[in-house]
């Protein structure tokens, strides 16, 4: 086994660390010394001294789901008096605030909702698209693979389908750990990892871009940490579409899942490994919904570049009993306090004018 020094100097030289390599330094690295190494190279590739964010808001179509995975504390099943599917006048609603708030995109993602077929989505990003002049990140990968058995469609016909109605990039939701033996513990009935990377091959294929998540801090072992990021970087490297990384942390009030929730150290650790072997991944999200400002503070120092969105307004995270809220004023004070420049940016990571 290669010592600590000599991957690290490796990484200095602009080398690929291995699997076997990024394991050591998960299980081994000096805190310390991983965030130094991370955010060297964090520097490398945006040497300005800025950290980006985006003023958006999630939007739940609805929270009816026949999926049922052990770890979500937003579902409801079919028929429960507390399942809804959103009405236009939420939908207006929701995105003309966003809009007053200068956002430039919605989250658009739901639960795989039994009773809905698929001109429904089709006529909800068309209603989107003709009313408001706002950016569609919407339906993760699980969502469009449940479209895709809905409407007897393939994945890249169902995909060309969304495009057209107004999809415009999607996020990397669902992806949860990318490693089957996992999945079938945590969400048995929903799809497996070579389904969810599949879903994201297509769309690169069209040219949508995509992100990457990943959520840890369950039932996975290190081992299916580095595998989960290897799959992403080697689907990277045939696509390129991924436009960034965005590792978090279970949440597991609420949910049906009993274990010990991750600590700040933990996430830190695995963000900063996710900087070093996702070398050709451009951006690395801090996930301040489920760490808080003060971790999220950090994570600019472990390899992270980018402070994801303002979430004007989140439920997912929110239904486990955790609601960090940041408004914008607020992000924008917390880059600041960090030393950086504070700079909103789109979903393609474009920086917003007059910003
Ligand atoms: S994580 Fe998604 S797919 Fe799983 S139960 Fe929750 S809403 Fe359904």
């Known amino acids: 086994m290669k010592s600590l020094e000599t991957l690290y100097s490796k990484i200095k030289n602009g080398e690929r660390i291995n699997s076997e390599e990024a394991l050591n330094l998960l ?57 809804y599917v959103i009405s236009e006048e939420s939908l207006k609603q929701k995105i003309e605030e966003t809009l007053s708030l200068g956002g430039t995109q919605i989250l658009l993602q739901g639960g795989l909702h039994p009773g809905l ?52 990039s ?49 039932i996975e072992t290190k081992e299916q940490i580095i595998q989960h990021l290897m799959k992403i970087r080697d689907l990277q490297d045939e696509t390129g579409g991924f436009t960034a990384f965005i590792p978090w942390t279970f949440q597991p009030d609420h949910t049906r899942l009993n274990v010990k929730k991750a600590t700040a150290v933990e996430y830190l650790r695995v963000l900063s490994v996710s900087r070093l072997f996702l070398d050709n ?28 969105s303002t979430m004007i307004e989140e439920n997912v995270v929110a239904a486990a009993g955790v609601s960090f809220r940041l408004p914008k004023e607020e992000m924008i004070r917390l880059i600041e306090n960090a030393g950086y420049q504070p700079r909103q940016r789109d979903c393609f990571y474009n920086l917003v004018e007059g910003e």
Request: one cysteine or more; hydrophobic letters at 40%.
């Open 170 to 218: 999607i996020p990397g939701g669902g992806a949860e750990i990318l490693v089957d033996e996992v999945r079938m513990q945590l969400s048995p009935k929903k799809y497996r990892s070579e389904q969810w990377l599949d879903v994201m091959r297509k769309a690169h294929q069209l040219n949508l871009r995509t992100t990457a998540t990943m959520m840890f801090g369950h």
């Open 281 to 308: 991944i451009d951006n690395i999200q801090a996930s301040w919904v489920t760490q808080g400002d003060k971790i999220a503070q950090a994570s600019l120092f472990f390899g992270a570049n980018d402070l994801g």
């Open 117 to 168: 077929d698929f001109d429904y989505y089709l006529g909800l990003l068309s209603y989107i698209k003709s009313n408001f002049p706002i950016h569609i990140h919407g339906f993760s990968p699980p969502e469009i693979l449940f479209m895709a058995e809905q409407s007897g469609l393939s994945v890249t016909d169902t995909l060309k389908k969304l495009i057209e109605a107004g999809l415009g």
């Open 27 to 83: 299980t081994h690295g000096e805190l310390l010394d991983l965030a130094d190494a991370a955010n060297q190279m964090r520097k490398k590739l945006h040497p300005e001294p800025m950290v980006t964010y985006v003023v958006d808001r999630n939007i739940n179509y609805t929270n009816i789901c026949s999926s049922g995975c052990l770890f979500c504390a937003f579902y409801r099943d079919s028929g429960n008096p507390k399942g």
